[in-house]
Structures are given as structure tokens and as C-alpha cells.
């Protein structure tokens, strides 16, 4: 089991910027792979972004292509969401997902954090 806790959220004008952590507590942190699914008010969650154990594959959702980042670093057990040229439909609270597999799928992910709120005005 990995225990995960993400910070960074808040909020931003349209345009701007923010950088989401997640920090993982547990053993299984480096041999897990890292996804990001957020959730609007009303809505269901949905897919971010997600990256395998070592780094080198990345997926993102089309909405975010271009705009936002994954990275990680074991070292710290930490993975990152870099987010740029936000705009008002990013408003959701976002959560933090660990996994066996890098998939796109909610489900394919066991252990998830608390969330994190972001809020972008117009």
C-alpha cells in the first residue's frame, strides 16, 4: 500500500501556473506507477495524466496536452503535476493515484490521496 498526500493546490487567474505535489510514504512508492485524475464539482473524475515507475512513459489527457507535466523522483518519492496556461474549465479538486500499471484508468489505480483543490478564475 502506498499513502500519498498532494499539496500545491489553490488559486490562479486563467493563464497562469501552479505545480501540484504528491508525496508517497511506503516501500512500493519507486515500483509504482503515478497517475493524476481530477474531479469538477457535479462531475465525474477524469483522467489527467499518468507516468510509469521509472519515468519514461508519459500519457495525458487531450485537454491537457501541451499545458501540463508529469514527473517524478523517487529519490523523494514525490511525483509532480507542472500545470501552465491554466484556464477556468481546470477548476476540480485533483487527486493523486498510485498503481501497478501506467494506464489511463481509474480503476487500474489502487491507492489514491486526499485531493488537492484548484481553482482557476476567469
Known amino acids: 500500500q502506498v499513502l500519498l498526500v498532494e499539496s500545491g493546490g489553490g488559486l490562479v487567474q486563467a493563464g497562469g501556473s501552479l505545480r501540484l505535489s504528491c508525496v508517497g510514504s511506503g516501500r512500493t512508492f519507486s515500483s509504482s506507477a503515478m497517475g493524476w485524475f481530477r474531479q469538477a464539482p457535479g462531475k465525474e473524475m477524469k483522467f489527467v495524466a499518468a507516468i510509469s515507475r521509472r519515468g519514461e512513459i508519459e500519457y495525458y489527457a487531450d485537454s491537457v496536452l501541451g499545458r501540463f507535466t508529469i514527473s517524478r523522483d523517487n529519490g523523494k518519492n514525490t511525483v509532480y503535476l507542472q500545470m501552465n496556461s491554466l484556464k477556468p474549465e481546470d477548476t476540480a479538486i485533483y487527486f493523486c493515484?498510485?498503481?501497478?500499471?501506467?494506464?489511463?484508468?481509474?480503476?487500474?489505480?489502487?491507492?489514491w490521496g486526499q485531493g488537492t483543490q484548484v481553482t482557476v478564475s476567469p
Open positions: 493515484a498510485a498503481g501497478a500499471y501506467t494506464t489511463k484508468t481509474e480503476s487500474s489505480y489502487s491507492d
